[in-house]
């Protein structure tokens, strides 16, 4: 009896790594450059932009983040902001819980604790919750908390350097 080996559904995912970002923000000459890194580090990076002008998560974009080994969340002041965002970031918690997926944060000029907490988006959960429900903000701000009490790396708008 001949036997085939087979790899892990796992181990044939398209990316290394997917890159969550609000986007249109005063960071984003820190994530391309550190988009650029990874590529040149031969890491396969997902980072494309979410649909324009649509309310929710495209197809292809959660098959991106379904066909991606680890996650990479730029949280900023402004992350909040998006409503597509704050999606994203739960639907990225879900597959952390459910397929194991890693999840790297950089807390861009914000404080992991304020984002546990979420002080510094309250303005902009009060102005998502006059066009979206209760459940949705608070599956939203599960997964700010979940984000937010996982080690990873703060980077200051001042400073080009990282810390733990």
Known sequence: ME????????SRLKWDMFLSVQRNTRHNNFTERLYEALIKEQVRV?????ESGSHEL???LVEAM???VAFVVVLSSDYAKSH??????????DLKSSLGCLMLPIFY?????????????EMDFEEHSKRFGEEEIQRWRRAMN??????????RYDSDIFHL
């Open 84 to 93: 597509l965002c704050l999606e994203e970031l739960a639907k990225l918690c």
């Open 46 to 50: 997902w980072n494309g932009d979410a």
């Open 58 to 60: 495209s197809p292809s």
């Open 146 to 155: 979940l984000v937010g009490n996982i080690t990873g790396f703060i980077h």
């Open 109 to 121: 000029d914000v404080k992991p604790w304020s984002v546990r907490r979420q002080s510094p988006f």
């Open 3 to 10: 036997t085939r080996a087979v790899s892990h559904p796992r």
């Open 66 to 68: 379904e066909d991606s």
